[in-house]
């Protein structure tokens, strides 16, 4: 079963940076499309932004400019990183993963999510 963890998370005032990281257990495969979500308080889940491929990514307009996503320094993690932070980026940040491993068959996982909190 693919695991995945998140770290990095922490409090930072409004304008800080902050690098979250979810490592994946065992390898990533070519077709692994990675999501970040968050989930603020009394708010639904949010798609923070997508890796699609190694090196393209989509944002949520949100977010745009100011966050990045990326494959990691290490082979098996993912990175998102925070920058220019805002009150309203208060969140529990989630990976995760889709991966379609044949036609007709699709799994999805979730880490257990990793809390920023941005305040004054």
């Known amino acids: 079963q693919v695991q995945l963890v998140e770290s990095g998370g922490g409090t930072v005032q409004p304008g800080g940076s902050l690098r979250l990281s979810c490592e994946v257990s065992g390898r990533i495969f070519r077709l692994d499309v990675f999501r970040w979500y968050r989930q603020a308080p009394g708010k639904e889940r949010e798609l923070v932004a997508t890796l699609v491929t190694r090196d393209s990514a989509t944002y949520a307009d949100s977010v745009k400019g100011r966050f990045t996503v990326s494959r990691g320094n290490a082979e098996n993690t993912v990175d998102l990183q925070m920058n220019s932070l805002r009150i309203e980026d208060t969140a529990v940040y989630y990976c995760?993963?889709?991966?379609?491993?044949?036609?007709?068959?699709?799994?999805?996982?979730w880490g257990k999510g990793t809390l920023v909190t941005v305040s004054s």
């Open positions: 995760n993963l889709l991966r379609v491993p044949s036609i007709g068959s699709r799994l999805e996982f």
